[in-house]
């Protein structure tokens, strides 16, 4: 499975929109990229995940550039709660699923 | 509900006694799946598991055994804990996808100290 790269932490205010990047300049055609989130240390969360268009559901939106080397997570409206680290992984099915350091996401009052 | 399901949450043990982490999920799924989290270190897969009687090592195996004699679960077992051992240790699962939509359903941990 491609690597991931992702910032260690970010900030953001409450109410704002939370822009998280995600690079994975090797995926290979057959790769998804997947968002998971953990909280404290609970269980990973599934966020959402794509392959080539841009993704929607009810906790958020994932952008995927056209050459899918990179892709961005977006939580329209962050909250409190939603302070986690998310991390993005790219997989094919494949059974081997890593998990890189991810994103410390700090959302601020 | 939908959930995957560890025990013990919590547990302090001394070197050498040999434990065993069960998992168990209600989902019906093919795939399962051990992690351990480390500081620093994300989450690295340990032991994984197709279906029933099939398994193969991931990332970090050493120490480690597992067992699918089941669907619903898959016991992650340390024969000789030792103190590099303590970590915090997820069980996950999805369903087996060809076509590459499943998300995995992680457990609420398992934090294992070894003295």
């Known amino acids: 499975d491609a690597k991931t790269t992702q910032p260690p932490s970010m900030d953001c205010a409450e109410g704002r929109a939370a822009n998280l990047p995600c690079n994975h300049s090797t995926i290979s055609g057959n790769e998804y990229v997947y968002w998971y989130r953990q909280i404290h240390s609970q269980g990973p969360q599934y966020i959402i995940h794509?392959?080539?268009n841009n993704e929607t559901n009810e906790m958020a939106s994932l952008i995927i550039t056209e050459d899918r080397k990179s892709s961005t997570l977006i939580l329209p409206h962050a909250t409190l709660r939603d302070t986690a680290v998310y991390y993005c992984?790219?997989?094919?099915?494949?059974?081997?699923?890593?998990f890189g350091g991810g994103t410390r996401l700090m959302v601020k009052p | 509900e939908a959930q995957v399901t560890q025990n013990p949450r919590y547990l302090i043990t001394v070197t050498g006694k040999k434990l065993t982490v069960t998992c168990s999920q209600n989902m019906n799924h093919e795939y399962m799946s051990w992690y351990r989290q480390d500081p620093g270190l994300g989450l690295r897969q340990i032991y994984y598991s197709m279906n029933v009687e099939v398994t193969d090592k991931g990332d970090v195996p050493e120490g480690y055994k597992v067992s699918r004699k089941e669907k619903r679960n898959f016991p992650l077992i340390l024969e000789s804990p030792s103190p590099n051992q303590t970590s915090l240790y997820f069980c996950?699962?999805?369903?087996?996808?060809?076509?590459?939509?499943?998300?995995?359903?992680f457990g609420e941990g398992s934090r294992l100290t070894v003295l």
């Open positions: 794509g392959l080539k």
């Open positions: 992984i790219v997989n094919n099915a494949g059974n081997m699923l890593t």
């Open positions: 996950a699962s999805r369903l087996r996808s060809t076509t590459n939509t499943g998300e995995l359903f």
